[in-house]
């Protein structure tokens, strides 16, 4: 079967495009695969244009690839959109290595070419895409690459099912085939392409696979391509398993409250295997899977520990571990740290001080201020709603009540129970934000320091 009757029939039975009823954006860089991409699109009868990402990396060599890109419009009559990036600039602003800014810059603007072609507003997962796609050359080596790369990485059986022909707007319709066979179908068409040098240097991981971990394979398994290709078929399938497991587990052990997910302790500690069910519980939450052995020893930590990634914390409040948004004003259990000086939360704002204290000093009568003796305080501290249960010792008083009474007492409404926050200290609550500190926590007259909390409510 010829390379392009294997292309249509892959578009069609895999990808389910009909060449009447959708266009394209190819993705073009000039070298044989994506070349290959655009002659199997025009001969198969689609409607496309052309993208080309300049990244200004390779001087006289990037302006040749833009031009050759250029020519390929002309060629096949086709509409060329090419665009210029300041890589290193952007790079640089943003720490990131080159060919990680050269990923988001392209993959921003194919974002911004589809929602244009499609006449949206933005792009969301539940958007069906029936107008225009993004198309790129990635092969079934590329496939093996990023399988090779995912194992040695790290990343989980996710990363197992290598490329995926289709996510979203965006479509690989070469996977099925390998690098030579488009370079053998490139000759034989008499396609003309370009080389890219940097393609050619082993400092990049993908390369060095390329040239120099995959063939020495091959040396010892002649078929070693067609193997991992097949791998990666099984890990597909084996990944659906997986994940109808992964799912019913995690619905069963998870309660969904506003932006925080509530799991119980010891509910989770008795599920198996409990490293394969923490990592796929946290790696959606900024969490590597390098981390997951620091997240198990966390499930027997003290109350008020916590473990936090670039976007969220995990949190030990009492009998639960709490996942919430680092972002305190998305949160509803925030952790104030030993020199906290200000707490956005939903409930307002917090500021606090720490100041030396003498004996027989005033304390402020506000009932929006609290004086606490810094002594009786472990950190961290949690913020967080109260709840029903919760209980304290009222200042003034040597026995416990519950806060549900202390409310019918201080003759709160229902609306204005559901907007109280209190602040505890290892199980026990210091404060009622805004009403009253609790007893355990009053300044005696031995302190030498004390945390005063300044709370300013929402508007």
């Not at 099984?234 to 998870?254: G, P």
């Not at 305190?328 to 906290?340: L, Q, R, W």
């Not at 001080?353 to 402020?364: A, E, K, V």
Request: proline share 3%; net charge positive; charged share 20%.
């Amino acid at each position: 079967m010829t390379l392009l009757k294997r292309f249509s029939n892959y578009c069609e039975q895999t990808l389910g495009l009909i060449s009447t009823h959708h266009q394209f954006v190819l993705a073009v860089s000039g070298g044989v695969d994506s070349v290959v991409l655009v002659d199997l699109f025009d001969k198969a009868g689609f409607s496309f244009v052309i993208a080309h990402c300049n990244f200004q990396l390779r001087g006289e060599e990037s302006i040749r690839d833009e031009n050759f890109v250029t020519s390929l419009g002309l060629k096949y009559n086709k509409q060329v959109l090419v665009k210029v990036f300041n890589t290193k600039q952007f790079a640089s602003h943003h720490q990131l290595s080159i060919q990680l800014a050269a990923r988001q810059l392209r993959y921003h603007w194919f974002n911004q070419l589809v929602i244009e072609k499609n006449e949206l507003k933005e792009i969301h997962p539940p958007i069906i895409f029936n107008k225009c796609f993004l198309a790129t050359a990635h092969h079934a080596d590329d496939n093996i690459e990023t399988l090779l790369l995912n194992f040695f990485r790290g990343t989980g059986i996710s990363g197992l099912h290598g490329i995926l022909p289709k996510q979203g707007y965006l479509l690989r319709p070469l996977l099925f085939a390998k690098k030579e066979e488009l370079i053998s179908y490139a000759n034989q068409e008499g396609l003309l392409w370009v080389e890219d040098s940097s393609n050619e240097l082993d400092k990049y991981s993908r390369n060095f696979l390329r040239h120099q971990i995959i063939p020495l394979m091959k040396t010892i398994y002649p078929n070693v391509d067609d193997n991992l290709l097949n791998n990666i078929e099984r890990f597909k399938e084996v990944e659906a398993i997986y994940n109808t497991s992964i799912n019913q587990t995690k619905a069963k052990l998870i309660e969904v409250k506003g932006n925080e997910l509530h799991i119980p302790i010891l509910k989770l500690k008795k599920q198996s295997p409990l490293n394969t069910i923490v990592f796929e519980i946290i790696k959606d939450y900024g969490f590597t899977a390098t981390q997951t052995a620091e997240v198990v020893k966390l499930l027997d930590a003290t109350n008020g520990s916590y473990i936090a990634s670039n976007t969220h914390r995990l949190i030990i409040n009492r009998n639960w571990l709490i996942v919430a948004p680092l972002t305190t004003e998305e949160a509803t259990n925030i952790i104030i740290e030993e020199g906290n000086n200000t707490i956005l939360f939903k409930g307002g704002e917090l500021q606090l001080q720490i100041n030396n204290y003498t004996n027989n000093q005033p304390l402020s009568a506000e009932t929006t201020t609290a004086t606490i003796d810094i002594r009786e305080i472990e950190w961290p501290l949690l913020l967080r709603p109260f709840k029903q249960g919760d209980y304290f010792y009222p200042l003034g008083m040597l026995k416990k009540k519950k806060l549900s009474k202390f409310f019918i007492d201080q003759k709160l409404s229902k609306t204005e129970k559901e907007k109280v926050w209190v602040i505890e200290s290892n199980k026990r609550i210091v404060w009622i934000v805004g009403y009253r500190i609790d007893n355990r926590f009053k300044v005696k007259p031995s302190a030498s320091s004390v945390l005063k909390i300044n709370w300013k409510g929402a508007n």
